[in-house]
């Protein structure tokens, strides 16, 4: 099983940018799939969720209007979408997949700074 995370890097406040999470090794289309940020000094947090059936999706407070997550079953990916991003935006990203079991990707940073 692999989650491998992508599309992290440096961006100024006001700035967008696009994490994809390339899943292999299990059978993507039934899991629910999450984004998750641990900031230095702070818990991980889930930041949103996208289900298997019916591609619902859900978000924390703290990002809703801003973040959109998606999924593309046929390319096993999860995506995050990050807009109007803010200094406490700022964290290392993971990829979650949970079904009756969980797997994690190994994080990509976000740093969103002037």
């Known amino acids: 099983v692999q989650l491998v995370e992508s599309g992290g890097g440096l961006v100024q406040p006001g700035g967008s940018l696009r994490l994809s999470c390339a899943a292999s090794?299990?059978?993507?289309?039934?899991?629910?799939m999450s984004w998750y940020r641990q900031a230095p000094g702070k818990e991980r947090e889930l930041v949103a969720v996208?289900?298997?059936?019916?591609?619902?999706?859900n978000y924390a407070d703290s990002v809703k209007g801003r973040f959109t997550i998606s999924r593309d079953d046929a390319k096993n990916t999860v995506y995050l979408q990050m807009n109007s991003l803010k200094p406490e935006d700022t964290a290392v990203y993971y990829c979650?997949?949970?079904?009756?079991?969980?797997?994690w990707g190994q994080g990509t940073q976000v740093t969103v700074s002037s």
């Open positions: 979650n997949a949970r079904r009756l079991t969980a797997y």
């Open positions: 090794g299990f059978t993507f289309s039934r899991y629910v």
């Open positions: 996208v289900t298997s059936v019916g591609g619902s999706t």
